[in-house]
């Protein structure tokens, strides 16, 4: 039987959707999945992507303002991060996401794509999970170390 290879699975969360995007800790190339509305099928359709893509860690793009002070966003963000925590059972970690959406829309508006705002929300995950992933260099090279 084929070892399972881990994933990593990132959240850019807004008020009515969630982007999402995942990359193998092996391979840790950061790609779009998809886009979920955020209402109450919101954690178990999260669970069972957890499940099927056997993701061990989730990483949340945290909003801030442009001098990095907490906002309102900032705030409603935490808690739904928190609420994370309590529902999942693999560490949940965040990562500054400021301006991935500005920079999705950037791209898809350069590659002349017909897009919708869930695009721009999966590929903002896609940054978001990049920027974590260069920080965090403690799995290089394939190794796999539980943070």
Same mark, same amino acid.
């Given at each position: 039987?084929? %070892?399972?290879?881990?994933?990593?699975?990132?959240?850019?969360?807004?008020?009515?959707r969630?982007?999402i995007?995942?990359?193998?800790?092996?391979?840790?190339?950061?790609?779009?999945?998809?886009?979920?509305?955020?209402?109450?099928?919101?954690?178990?359709? =999260?669970?069972?992507?957890?499940?099927? #893509?056997?993701?061990?860690?989730?990483?949340?793009? =945290?909003?801030?303002? !442009?001098?990095?002070?907490?906002?309102?966003?900032?705030?409603?963000?935490?808690?739904?991060?928190?609420?994370?925590?309590?529902? =999942?059972?693999?560490?949940?970690?965040?990562?500054?996401?400021? !301006?991935?959406?500005?920079?999705?829309?950037?791209?898809?508006?350069?590659?002349g794509?017909?897009?919708?705002?869930?695009?721009?929300?999966? !590929?903002?995950? %896609?940054?978001?999970?990049?920027?974590?992933?260069?920080?965090?260099?403690?799995?290089?090279?394939? #190794?796999?170390?539980?943070?």
């Amino acid at each position: 039987m084929p %070892a399972v290879t881990h994933s990593i699975l990132s959240l850019d969360v807004g008020d009515k959707r969630v982007g999402i995007a995942i990359a193998s800790v092996v391979a840790r190339l950061p790609r779009p999945l998809l886009t979920l509305p955020r209402n109450d099928k919101f954690i178990p359709d =999260l669970r069972k992507i957890i499940s099927d #893509e056997a993701v061990e860690t989730l990483v949340v793009g =945290l909003p801030r303002g !442009l001098d990095g002070q907490h906002t309102k966003q900032t705030q409603v963000t935490e808690t739904f991060i928190d609420e994370l925590k309590t529902q =999942l059972k693999i560490p949940v970690y965040t990562q500054d996401e400021a !301006l991935t959406s500005v920079q999705a829309e950037s791209e898809l508006q350069a590659h002349g794509a017909t897009y919708q705002r869930g695009d721009i929300d999966a !590929l903002a995950a %896609a940054y978001i999970l990049e920027d974590w992933l260069q920080e965090n260099t403690n799995q290089q090279k394939g #190794e796999h170390v539980t943070l």
